[in-house]
């Protein structure tokens, strides 16, 4: 799939993995909606790319991705600007433990209304062009390997069933669509700053267990499955490790 003029939604854009995926979509050529619950931060990144992008390349809208109404705002402003929507990444998730209830609304559920909002927006059969929708989840997702973070877990796994469920829906082919999940490990962004807050974690012994992804290799998975036209339902994991691996391949609709 060729990125230029093509356009991207990136919700938990302003740093870390969102801002670095927006990035990596600019210089490919496309349009990118960076969405954030952090104003100033959001606007600094979206500036940054335009001075380097051209300006009518990025846009920011400041959204919390909890929010319907925030989120519904932000396709409206998004058509408004560039008139369609190719690539949607729902990327937004924080770890906090302690509240739970606001994780699952960030993490699950604000996946699941950009998804379903996304599918309106792109399918080839309401009058979009297709595209594809990537959900951000974790190696988390689908191990229960993350002992230490429970609900976060929970939420992961969450995502990762929601987008295979979509991904094994007969009617992606005819919508144009493509669903995939990006699952990555521990990876070196401010995410994993609350390390060890809930229980005490030896976060040097877990770096020497697990490793921790460089933003790089994440984003050098991220364009994989951007650009790969075969890559529905793909669950890609990416370790320190192991790199690149796939943890499931969809059923072939053919057979259902
Ligand atoms: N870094 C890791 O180790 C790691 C590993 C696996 C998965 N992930 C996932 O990757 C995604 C990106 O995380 P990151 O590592 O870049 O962390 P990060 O904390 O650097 O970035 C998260 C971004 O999401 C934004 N955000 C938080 N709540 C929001 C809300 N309600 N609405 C809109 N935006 C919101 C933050 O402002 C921030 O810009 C998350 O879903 C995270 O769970 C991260
Ligand atoms: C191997 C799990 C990788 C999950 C990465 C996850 O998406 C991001 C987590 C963000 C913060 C982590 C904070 C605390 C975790 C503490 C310990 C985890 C122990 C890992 C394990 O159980 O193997």
């Known amino acids: 799939m060729s990125l230029s003029g093509k356009v991207a939604l990136v919700t938990g854009a302003a740093q870390g993995l969102g801002k670095a995926f927006s990035e990596a979509l600019l210089k490919r050529g496309a349009k990118v909606c960076l969405a954030d619950v952090q104003s100033p931060l959001g606007e600094a990144t979206t500036t940054e790319f335009q001075q380097e992008y051209g300006k009518d390349r990025a846009l920011f809208v400041k959204c919390d991705v909890s929010s319907v109404s925030e989120l519904q705002t932000t396709f409206t402003k998004l058509l408004s600007e560039y008139g369609q929507l190719d690539i949607m990444i729902n990327n937004a998730g924080i770890m906090d433990e302690h509240n739970p209830a606001r994780m699952v609304d960030i993490n699950l559920t604000g996946v699941i209304m950009g998804t379903n909002m996304a599918v309106d927006v792109m ?93 790089p290799a994440v984003v050098a998975g991220f364009i994989q499955l951007v650009e790969d036209e075969q890559c529905n339902g793909a669950v890609m994991t990416i370790t320190a490790q192991e790199g690149i691996q796939f943890y499931k391949k969809p059923l072939a609709l053919s057979k259902m």
């Open 123 to 215: 399918s080839k059969e309401k009058g979009g062009q297709g595209g594809i929708i990537i959900n951000v989840a974790s190696t988390a997702g689908i191990t229960p390997r993350a002992f230490f973070t429970p609900a976060y877990t929970g939420t992961k796994f969450g995502v990762a069933g929601f987008t295979r469920s979509w991904s094994y829906n007969p009617y992606v082919k005819k919508m144009g669509l493509r669903f995939a999940c990006l699952c990555p490990a521990f990876t070196a962004t401010d995410i994993l700053n609350p390390m060890g807050t809930l229980y005490p974690v030896d976060a040097e012994k877990i770096t020497q267990m697990i490793g921790i992804n460089e933003i």
